[in-house]
């Protein structure tokens, strides 16, 4: 069995050919762990897209500020109440039908009150009086049911002159179809707002004695998304005519026909919300679909819009900015991201990554304290507290290109920042833009939840549906409507509404016209 073979005595006397290859030897060393670092960082990407995005928030560690005793430390309260605690308002909410049980002692027939029930003492005889009444609730569930609507149309025939009559039918919003409004606005909301597949739908629906297939849903869908087709032409007009939106894009498998499996579709969603600035205008969502990721699609559905586009680093977008008409205004939590993922990966309070962290933190704390002012008042306090701030971070972030590995992750945060560094500050010189994109990444939420559930869209046809539903669902949320009343309403109405009028029957012109029940 041959010895080990000291590598010690393998190095070379010569002073230069053992300072090359220590040199050559650091080199390797430095790359190995440039790579490890990588598939590490890969791994911990890989682990939180299978099982879960976990929070983002950084806090500032013991390790960031001054040391202080721990008497000084102050008490931290909890964010929550405990369950014990004598604050929690435990009362159940007012707007429910209450349902009264009066629950009474046993009694003799010795004595009876004025309503004429018995009240004689079942001890001695004598006669109760009401000296007060313990009262407490409890919550119960009274379970979702079917009926069936029997429109009974009488036709009436004129003795004189023989002439018969009759009232007209009235519409439906599916023609000759069994479903009614509710109905439809529940199957809808089911799939597209709470993640219920339809076959699933289909299970519940039996356990009610009343068999749906979920064939016959699924072509419920498809006429109530041909129905809304004007809706969503209404609905598209008033995003596009912001001057600012927000965009985004998510993936979504649909099954490829004949090939017994699936591929990825994108949904496309474009936000107009300015509350954050002070603006009184409605907001909404809209959503589309397209087959694949290509950057005409895109440049397609914003064809004719002129204004900002507030987004994130995809190159799709970037020939909508070449004309001038679209200005690009980047994502600062996009940029902030990976260094969040590098600071989770080692979570050392004191490294590059969690520096980066603090200064971004920085940032956001400006946005928090003008958060719905006026687009002036915001251009004015951002100049003033976030200007000085991002010229302090831009010369940190070239400094750190001075003090790693080009090939680094942490090089690679660093210069995300500083190519993209005139859209991310853009915002600072114009008060309606936002510091990043969550409007669109929140409005995104709903599809990866059902995505989770429903694995796959049945085809490109099935996309689309489901963008139309996804843009009315998710508007009436952004207005603090329930959806399922929302699109109820509008399945009432729609059928003999007359499409030039087809904006009154938007969420926000609904809820002004009619109490339609506020979402949760």
Known sequence: MPQDIDPISQLPDDAQLLKQQLRASANE????????DKLKLQLARRVRAQFGV????????ASLIEPVALEQLPVRKPNTPAANAGSVDRSLPEHLPREQREIRPDTSAAHHDAAGQSCGCTACGGRLRSIGADVSEHLEYVP?????IRTVRPKLACTKCEAIFQASAPSRPIARGLAGPALLAHV????????????????VYAREGVEIDPSTMAGWVEQVHTLFDPLLAALSRHVLLAAKVHADDTPVKVLAPGEG?????RLWVYVRDDRPSGDSAPPAVWFRYSADRKGEHPQRHLRDFRGILQADAYGGWN??????????????????RPWWDLYEQHRDDTGLAAQALQRIQGLYAVEAD?????????RQQRQARAGPLLEKLQLWLQGVLTQVSTKSELAKAARYSLTRWKALTRYVDDGRIEIDNSAAERALRGVALGRGNYLFMGSNAGGERAASMYSLIETAKLNGLDPEAYLRDVLQRIADHPVNRIDDLLPWSLAAQHALPRAA
């Open 29 to 36: 060393v430095q790359r190995l762990k440039l790579m490890v």
């Open 54 to 61: 976990s929070s983002e928030r950084f806090d500032l560690q």
């Open 144 to 148: 979702a049911r079917f009926k069936v």
């Open 188 to 203: 809808m909301v089911s799939k597209f707002c709470d993640h219920s597949p339809l076959h699933r739908q289909s299970r």
């Open 261 to 265: 499996k699936t591929r990825t579709g």
């Open 319 to 336: 020939a909508l900015y070449d004309d001038g008409q679209v200005v690009e205004a980047a994502c600062w939590a996009h940029a902030r």
């Open 370 to 378: 003008i958060r719905g002012s006026p687009p002036e008042v915001r």
